[in-house]
Structure formats: C-alpha cells, structure tokens
C-alpha cells in the first residue's frame, strides 16, 4: 500500500524558512510529477509546485521566487524549500504525486495519491 508522509511544517516568524519533506512508500515502480499543494483557512486547496519527471517545474506564479521544489528519486522523496515566508503562507501543505505500484497479485495499479497535510504558520 503506498503511504505519503510530510514533515517539517511548524510555526515560523515572517521572513523565515521552513523545508518540507514528503516521502512515499510501499511497492512503488514509478512516480509521476510529485509535487506540493496548500489550503488555508476558508480557502480552496491551491497548487503551489509541482516536478513532473523529466519536465519543467511548476509554482503558483506568486511564490516564484521565494519557493523551490525538488525530489530524489533514489529515495522516493521530494522536498519544498521555502524562504521568506509571509504570514499569508500560512496553510496545510499536503504533498501529492500519482503513483504506480506492484500489487502482491494482480496488475501494477496506478493513482494519485495525498500525504496526511502539515501545518505551516507563519508569524509577524
């Protein structure tokens, strides 16, 4: 069974940095542009960049800039560095990719899939 896991949200002052990390495990053969997404208070849940495999990265055209994604295949694991942070970051990260994976019988199953969510504030 393929599980997402975030870490490093927390609370931070404006202007700091906080780096997030999603990790995905299980029989996994393939992951397809993992990225990172956020949803605030009362708000839409909003893409905020994305690394398709062998493609150009996407951001919000907002965080460019202040925001950097990245992965490690060897590890099944991307990262969202992010820097300057302004108290309207504050959100739930969720990490986000579609997966194929090994099943013990059967075919190999595609799909996407959703880490739990880490909470990032950001203070004044």
């Given at each position: 069974q393929v599980q997402?896991?975030?870490?490093?949200?927390?609370?931070?002052?404006a202007g700091g940095s906080l780096r997030l990390s999603c990790i995905a495990s299980g029989s996994i053969v393939n992951i397809d542009n993992p990225g990172w997404y956020r949803q605030a208070p009362g708000k839409q849940r909003e893409l905020v960049a994305s690394i398709p495999t062998g493609g150009t990265t996407n951001y919000a055209d907002s965080l460019k800039g202040?925001?950097?994604i990245?992965?490690?295949n060897a590890k099944n694991t991307w990262y969202l560095q992010m820097n300057d942070l302004k108290p309207e970051d504050t959100a739930v990260y969720y990490c986000n990719a579609v997966i194929t994976?090994?099943?013990?019988f059967g075919p190999r199953i595609m799909d996407n899939?959703?880490?739990?969510?880490?909470?990032?504030?950001?203070?004044?």
């Open positions: 997402l896991v975030e870490s490093g949200g927390g609370l931070v002052q202040r925001f950097s990245s992965r490690d994976a090994r099943q013990k899939y959703w880490g739990q969510g880490t909470q990032v504030t950001v203070s004044l």
